[in-house]
């Protein structure tokens, strides 16, 4: 096939027969037989074959075979015919019953649709690997469009849990300013926990709030038929180009993912301005949102082991809470940036959610003072000691109390007032103190605090009469013209 399209090129540009046939390494007879017949040349036998055909008496009992169940492995069925005098090969049974099984299969139809107004959107995840701080990171891109417009809205996020679902719906419905009639989704495990037959299916708590809030009607596709959802398929494949040459084009680097979806909002804002986008989604007559948004987190209950830590799912990582409550269990929020713990309706605390490799730790000096205090002689060995070292502040502030013969635990009641005065105010003190003389203690840096500090907070903004300089501008003293003026 290469050689004839070749021959036929070069011919075209005026080659002669020995030119092509030594530009192509092939004899210059084969050259003039291929440019002579006009086609490719086919083989066939000389002579018929005379070995038997080895189907003749099964193919009819292999084709009723077949009728009653076309999906009959082609194995087992080799074997049953073989055991009852067939003498052929599995290959040649293959080849002998392919046409009658495509015949039995059929042809799938597929059906244009039609769509109307505001009556679906459509929802995805889709995988994009992208460079963020230096690192690359597989994120997921949530991807909503409505299919009669083509307008489109995309947030990327670091998994493709609940929480990524949902912020991603969200941030859509803000950007759209109302939702369709009905949402199109996968069977996705953070959405569905059992497909029933048809449309029906077991929906998980949290989807079934979501969906109640807004008031979409829900519409998963069929197992397996991605393309019933064929308009966010198409647009996720579009996207990634797009993001990936914007790149390229412009050598775009992001610092966080927060950079990479503000990013990423200009370019779907870019696309919905197009006039054949605009000009349609203007007739959407979307349904109007709801007064107020859905709070997009799902909940886990966690148990805080002895280390006033518990670890988060399946992740592996974890996290701290203050050490009066080890051995409880509490409620967890997971949001996609943050995580909240729950104790009585209450929030205990909340800490940045950690994405990474498997057993990274976030804990709170805060949590963990008051135990430390109580074992000073912990603090040394303790496995996640650099967290008292949090800001470059704090280790120049212990190092020179040790220098100057304190004691860790003097240094712990420094870190102590974090309680009272917060991480900020502390810092700044120790700086200030590290500048000083004096000898450094936990007394010192709440005299810093008290005198030097608290009070700029109490300094009040002086109060101006600006209608005394009305005159500058209108012309005007104390409400009447000056002379000379109409």
């Given at each position: 096939m290469t050689d004839y399209k070749l021959i036929i090129q070069l011919r075209n540009k005026g080659k002669s027969q020995d030119e092509i046939a030594k530009a192509i390494g092939i004899s210059r007879r084969t050259v003039i037989r291929y440019l002579k017949d006009g086609h490719i040349p086919q083989y066939s036998?000389?002579?018929?074959?005379?070995?038997?055909?080895?189907?003749?008496?099964?193919y009819q009992m292999v084709k009723e075979k077949?009728?009653?169940?076309h999906k009959l492995p082609l194995s087992e069925l080799y074997e049953y015919v073989s055991a009852i005098g067939y003498e052929g090969s599995e290959r040649t049974l293959r080849r002998k019953t392919k046409d009658l099984r495509n015949a039995l299969k059929g042809k799938e139809v597929y059906f244009q649709r039609e769509v109307r107004p505001a009556e679906i959107m459509e929802g995805d995840f889709t995988e994009f690997h992208i460079t963020i701080g230096g690192v690359k990171r597989k994120v997921y891109l949530w991807v909503t469009s409505l299919p009669f417009s083509n307008a489109y809205f995309v947030t990327p996020f670091y998994h493709c849990s609940f929480e990524a679902f949902a912020e991603g719906s969200v941030d859509s419905f803000r950007e759209f300013q109302g939702i369709a009639k009905k949402y199109r989704l996968d069977n996705m495990s953070p959405a569905v926990t059992k497909i029933l037959s048809g449309k029906d299916r077991i929906v998980t708590a949290r989807f079934a709030q979501f969906q109640q809030h807004y008031g979409f009607e829900q519409d998963f596709c069929n197992p397996g038929r991605g393309n019933e959802k064929g308009n966010v398929e198409a647009n996720n494949k579009y996207i990634k180009k797009k993001i990936y040459a914007r790149i390229s084009l412009n050598n775009l680097?992001?610092?966080?993912?927060?950079?990479?979806?503000?990013?990423?909002?200009?370019l779907c804002r870019d696309h919905n301005k197009k006039q054949s986008v605009s000009s349609k989604f203007k007739t959407e007559m979307l349904i109007s949102l709801p007064k107020t948004e859905f709070s997009c987190f799902r909940t886990a209950v966690v148990s805080i082991n002895k280390y006033s830590l518990f670890t988060l799912e399946k992740t592996g990582h974890m996290y701290s809470v203050p050490s009066r409550y080890i051995g409880l269990s509490i409620e967890t929020r997971i949001y996609t940036g943050h995580i909240e713990t729950i104790y009585n309706g209450k929030i205990v605390c909340s800490h940045s959610r950690i994405y990474g490799p498997r057993g990274l730790v976030s804990i709170n000096p805060e949590h963990v003072i008051d135990g430390l205090l109580k074992k000073t002689g912990a603090m040394k060995d303790w496995k996640y000691r650099d967290v008292l070292f949090e800001r470059p502040a704090w280790k120049s502030f212990y190092e020179k109390m040790i220098a100057g013969g304190s004691s860790d635990k003097d240094y712990l009641k420094c870190l102590k007032l974090m309680s009272k005065h917060g991480k900020e105010l502390i810092t700044v003190a120790m700086e200030l103190a590290i500048e000083s003389s004096a000898e450094l203690s936990a007394n010192q840096l709440s005299r810093l605090i008290t005198n030097d500090m608290e009070n700029i907070y109490d300094i009040k903004p002086l109060e101006l009469d600006l209608k005394k300089y009305d005159e500058f501008l209108t012309g005007e003293e104390n409400g009447s013209k000056l002379k000379g003026q109409s």
């Open positions: 036998r000389e002579k018929p074959s005379n070995r038997a055909d080895p189907m003749v008496g099964f077949l009728e009653l169940n680097s992001f610092t966080n993912i927060e950079a990479f979806k503000e990013f990423v909002w200009e």
